[in-house]
């Protein structure tokens, strides 16, 4: 009987050392559980701690503002009834500038300048004046109708006598220049432009603009001549001209 309370005695305090034995483990277990939660736990404050979400601004567009200033349309400029006839001045004297081979100051007759641009190019045809063909004082006596409503002489020697003679210095545009042989009578006229270049109907070319400075106009030039009226409708249209 004795013995047997000494082995329950005995198996008593194995059990309770198995136990303190054991506890150590046990709290080193959930020790080591517990550290990996309070670690994810750290990872995500604002799932435990109700704190706000930490966004990066680059990973993330910036919304547009509907404050910001929308742009004003640039406004329409329409031009002027003056400033488009500068405008179409302004090609039409470079385009005669070009087709003629003028420097010009774009205060010269435009008519007198596209009368002969449009002449340009038609044979020459002796004792005729139309398109078809014209000899030289054809060209000119149709080019001064065109242009000033003027009716001149017919052959080259009675528009010479007809008009006011003026030095080759002094020559302007719608002058009349003259050409003879020698001391023979006044055979050839044209129409003078400027630059030293004149228009006129050669006999080897028809209408054409040549240059004074050539050797063989150079030579026959004998004299300039200046049409009164036409020279008169220059000068009232240059002023027209200037105050507009």
Known sequence: ???????????????????????????????????????????????????????LPALVAAPAKATDPVPAPKPVVVPTEAELAASRDSLAYNYYAQTLGLHLAFDENKDLLRSVTDWLGTPYRYGNNSRKGTDCSGFVTRVFREVYGITLQRSSRSMFSTTKHIAKSEMQTGDLVFFRHGKGPIYHVGIYLKNGKFAHSATNGGVMVSSLKQAYYQRNFYAAGRVRAAAAADAEAAVEESVN
């Open 1 to 55: 009987m004795k013995n047997s309370f000494l082995y329950c005695l005995a198996a008593g305090s194995l059990a309770l050392s198995f136990f303190f034995d054991r506890s150590p483990d046990a709290s080193f277990t959930s020790r080591a559980t517990a550290a990996p939660v309070v670690a994810e736990a750290s990872l995500f404050p604002a799932l435990t701690m109700n704190e706000p979400v930490l966004v």
